[in-house]
């Protein structure tokens, strides 16, 4: 859903990445900035109860790192280095968010809500990992019911009202469990996609090796 903002979103700032050019950050560097800032985010600041500011922070950070597919389009640097690499910083940050996640609410006693976080943590990144398999057997698994930019924007809108106190932190709670059921469909959303068309290629290769009729055998 979110994600199709994304080439809109890279039109529309365009003058701000061919200005990081100008100033000599790479898009590289600017996957590797963006990251970090969202690792220092999540953990100094979600992690110690400040959610509010470590949501808006996160949220600016993700845009941030949101430049650098723009950059390397403008630059005539894509490719498949800048997607693996982004690919990867993105486990990262994702990772530390639901941990600092997992930490406040912990310190809050809402164990639901730590198992809840755990359970993105994980399906957040088996979803991915279906995409990575799926086109290293020559197949595609791309979309799906909740795609990484949808959880992650439902994420940090439910962990910014909670943090100025618009919402309970039950809220929040929920929220995860929600997100880790649609991280789950989405997974399974992927894995019969890649069923399907490995049984196309299949009946295709047979079809192919089926002679004519009236051939000799």
Known sequence: MFGRLRGVIG???????????????????????????????????????????????????????????????????????????????DRFADGALFVALAIHLAAHGHAWGVWGALACLVLGGIVPYARAKAESIGCTASGGLAERSDRLVITLVATAFVGMSVLPLVVLEVTLWVLAALSLVTAFQRILGVRRQLRARAADAAGDATPPAGAEA
């Open 11 to 89: 039109r529309l700032f365009t003058p701000l990445a061919k200005g990081l050019l100008r100033i000599g950050l790479t898009p590289d560097a600017v996957t590797v900035i963006g990251t970090i800032g969202t690792i220092a985010a999540a953990l100094g600041l979600v992690a110690t109860g400040r959610l509010a500011g470590g949501a808006w922070l996160i949220a600016f950070f993700v845009f941030f790192d949101s430049l650098d597919g723009t950059m390397a389009r403008i630059s005539g640097t894509a490719g498949a280095w800048g997607s693996f690499l982004d690919s990867v910083m």
